[in-house]
């Protein structure tokens, strides 16, 4: 069974970066879309940018384009968000997810089924 862990989360002042990786382990994502999803305090979970393993397109919600870029490495199993120009807006606890979809799919449509890691939290504040 597919198992994924979130790290590189962690406290940044606004208009700076972090890279936040998601590791792959049990499977391999060859058949998967992996997407970043993030939650705030008292809100909704909501997309952020996702991708598929096979044919690496990618999605981006539009509160990120621009400023994060998602990319995978197959042969590493590993998942990575690069953000920069945080805002303070961006402040959540950061989840990776993989499912048997499409790029956009995954990200407009997670489902509970789906493979979800335990998160990572990022704090922008000054």
């Known amino acids: 069974q597919l198992q994924l862990v979130e790290s590189g989360g962690g406290l940044v002042q606004p208009g700076g970066s972090l890279k936040l990786s998601c590791q792959a382990a049990?499977?391999?994502?060859?058949?998967?879309?992996i997407g970043w999803f993030r939650q705030a305090p008292g809100k909704e979970r909501e997309g952020v940018s996702c991708?598929?393993?096979?044919?690496?397109?990618?999605y981006y919600e539009d509160f990120v384009k621009g400023r994060f870029t998602i990319s995978i490495d197959n042969a590493k199993d590993t998942i990575y968000l690069k953000m920069d120009s945080l805002k303070p807006e961006d402040t959540a606890v950061y989840y990776c997810?993989?499912?048997?979809?499409?790029?956009?799919?995954?990200?407009?449509?997670?489902?509970?089924?789906?493979?979800w890691g335990q998160g990572t939290q990022v704090t922008v504040t000054a």
């Open positions: 997810a993989a499912g048997y979809t499409t790029a956009q799919d995954m990200c407009l449509l997670p489902r509970t089924e789906d493979y």
């Open positions: 991708i598929s393993a096979e044919d690496g397109s990618t």
């Open positions: 049990g499977d391999t994502l060859d058949e998967f879309a």
